[in-house]
């Protein structure tokens, strides 16, 4: 019986380590257009890189202006860790917010926003459009589920040991 309780207790110290979600939390790495750059173009898109993978389903980007009003024209686009939203209006003189919430690969939510200021009004000099990357679609094998299937492996294994004692 003691052996029984040793083997269970590791089996289940096992699946409990193979279920943890990585224990990185996803960082802002860069912005585009940068915090506090004078832009002497109405930027088109913004693009926001984060040092791990997010998952393209709940990437979310705001670029608000003093009034409230947000200029993003479109979805995110997510590649990896790189999250590009299309923007219009951004182009008069004033501070904008720009917000995200975006979804790591370990499950964990991030949140944040920096504020651009753009000094004078910049109508009619939009940058030419940058191509959007392409929608990575979230899968098994990435994203916050890659460890279901060493943990469900792990689960079968205990399974089949208290069934053979």
Do not use: C, I, K
């Not at 686009?77 to 917010?97: E, F, K, N």
């Not at 910049?122 to 994203?143: H, Q």
């Amino acid at each position: 019986m003691r052996r029984l309780s040793l083997l269970l207790a590791l089996v289940a110290v096992l699946v409990g380590l193979a279920a943890a979600p990585a224990s990185a939390h996803t960082d802002l790495v860069t912005q585009e257009p940068a915090p506090g750059a004078a832009l002497d173009r109405a930027p088109t898109t913004v693009t926001l890189t984060f040092d791990t993978t997010v998952v393209p389903e709940l990437a979310q980007v705001v670029v608000e202006d003093g009034d409230g009003a947000d200029h993003v024209s479109g979805r995110p686009a997510v590649l990896g860790g790189r999250v590009q939203v299309p923007v219009s209006g951004v182009d008069r003189a004033g501070s904008y917010r720009v917000g995200y919430r975006v979804v790591g690969a370990d499950g964990h939510a991030v949140t944040g926003d920096y504020e651009l200021v753009v000094d004078r009004d910049l109508a009619g000099t939009a940058e030419p459009a940058a191509p959007a990357p392409a929608v990575e679609p979230a899968t098994m094998l990435g994203g916050p589920r890659v460890w279901l299937l060493p943990s469900l492996a792990l689960l079968a294994l205990a399974v089949a040991v208290v069934a053979l004692v």
